[in-house]
């Protein structure tokens, strides 16, 4: 039953264009949605632009891999058009809830900690007169970027659990 609302309502009419889906932006998934990009570009952004070995290249992947998926979520929700997606457009919600907690919060939750450890690695060259390249702030800002980004993740997955709960199908 693609498209239902809560249970044993109708179905939304099918859109003809290609205009914003109003009820999502409305939503709180939309905004949650713009504030994880946003967060999730300035993790990827700050580990990519620095130098990073070992684990950080998990984390930069982990970012950027659930970055991607976000960006498809979002995209196709707030074309209204999640039908179209092949088995998982059926169950939108719960492609949602499980991207959210499963993919969100935990790989952000890791690289955030990751980054967390990296940057109390390098804490040694944040001391005054200290006069060599130092990568504790970038990782430190990345951790903070990161632990944001998977509260984000892990509220907008907490919402999708709610409205499952409640017996919607859709995430609007």
């Not at 205009?19 to 990827?44: I, N, Y």
């Not at 997606?85 to 059926?90: E, N, T």
């Not at 919060?105 to 001391?127: D, E, P």
């Amino acid at each position: 039953m693609a498209g239902t609302g809560a249970a044993g309502a109708p179905p939304p009419a099918p859109r003809a264009g290609l205009s914003l889906h109003r009820p999502f932006v409305c939503s709180p998934l939309g905004p949650l949605r713009l504030g994880q990009l946003v967060l999730g570009a300035a993790f990827w952004v700050t580990v990519a632009a620095h130098k990073y070995e070992g684990a950080a290249h998990f984390a930069l992947f982990a970012a950027v891999l659930v970055w991607l998926l976000t960006l498809a979520l979002l995209g196709l929700s707030l074309l209204g058009r999640w039908a179209l997606v092949p088995v998982l457009g059926a169950r939108w919600l719960l492609t949602n809830l499980l991207h959210d907690l499963v993919l969100g919060t935990g790989l952000y939750a890791a690289a955030a900690g990751i980054m967390g450890h990296k940057a109390k690695r390098y804490s040694y060259c944040n001391v005054p007169g200290y006069s060599q390249p130092c990568l504790h702030r970038a990782y430190l800002s990345a951790a903070v970027c990161g632990g944001i980004a998977a509260g984000l993740y892990l509220l907008s997955g907490l919402w999708c659990l709610a409205r499952r709960c409640r017996g919607h199908r859709d995430i609007v």
